[in-house]
Nanobody
């Protein structure tokens, strides 16, 4: 089970840190993804972090977003800086298992005002 939190309302240029708490999975061995979905777009991948801590990001968030993980806390983070209105979306985390089953948590809403 994955539980996302940390979303909120922020002005453009602001920052938020999202958390994804995992249970029932071999956390330290799993790759984790962050996705987002807005009413105007299909769900898109924002970035990913491997078990070894390597990260990759979608082009529009490179240099602004950063993914990290704390294996001791079974938690993955998405640090979002210099937020833009187009970042407004519901953000989800997922593992390959969740993707294969198309199983998503409740997500956390991020709203960026101009």
């Amino acid at each position: 089970q994955l539980v996302e939190s940390g979303g909120g309302l922020v002005q453009a240029g602001g920052s938020l840190r999202l958390s994804c708490a995992a249970s029932g999975t071999i956390f330290s061995m799993s790759i984790f993804y962050w996705y987002r979905q807005s009413p105007e777009k299909m769900r898109e991948m924002v970035g990913a972090i491997t078990a070894s801590g390597e990260t990759d990001y979608e082009d529009s968030v490179k240099g602004r977003f950063s993914i990290s993980r704390d294996n001791a806390k079974n938690t993955v983070y998405l640090q979002m800086n210099n937020l833009k209105p187009e970042d407004t979306a519901v953000y989800y985390c997922a593992t390959p298992w969740h993707l294969n089953l198309n199983s998503w948590g409740q997500g956390t809403q991020v709203t960026v005002t101009s």
